[in-house]
Nanobody, 124 residues
């Protein structure tokens, strides 16, 4: 069974930093590109970042480019999102998503796997 478990969310002041982690199991993690997707309160899903299976190439949305860094440790089956200079508009639930492409998959797309999400709140 595929499992993705996010952690590391919390409350942080504007300008602060957080590092999210995602522990993967139930599949060959090192063969799979991974994404981070977020959902702000009352809004739809937004793609944040994508990393290739070996961790050498990454993509970011315009809204987080230069502030967020995605990385992975294939020896430990872990995915990370380092978030710096956080803004209130970064508030939302952050999901770890196994999916080939750098976009938000449909929720019923059988080719994608989702974690349960971790809450990030940026507020003073």
């Amino acid at each position: 069974e595929v499992q993705l478990v996010e952690s590391g969310g919390g409350l942080v002041q504007p300008g602060g930093s957080l590092r999210l982690s995602c522990a993967a199991s139930g599949f060959t993690y090192s063969d799979n590109p991974m994404n981070w997707v977020r959902q702000a309160p009352g809004k739809g899903l937004e793609w944040v970042s994508w990393i290739d299976s070996v961790g050498t190439f990454a993509l970011y949305s315009d809204s987080v480019e230069g502030r967020f860094t995605i990385s992975r440790d294939n020896a430990k089956n872990l995915l990370y999102l380092q978030m710096n200079n956080l803004k209130p508009e970064d508030t939302g639930v952050y999901y770890c998503v196994r999916f080939l492409s750098p976009r938000v998959p449909a929720r019923d797309d059988g080719r994608a796997s989702w974690g349960q999400g971790t809450q990030v709140t940026v507020s003073s």
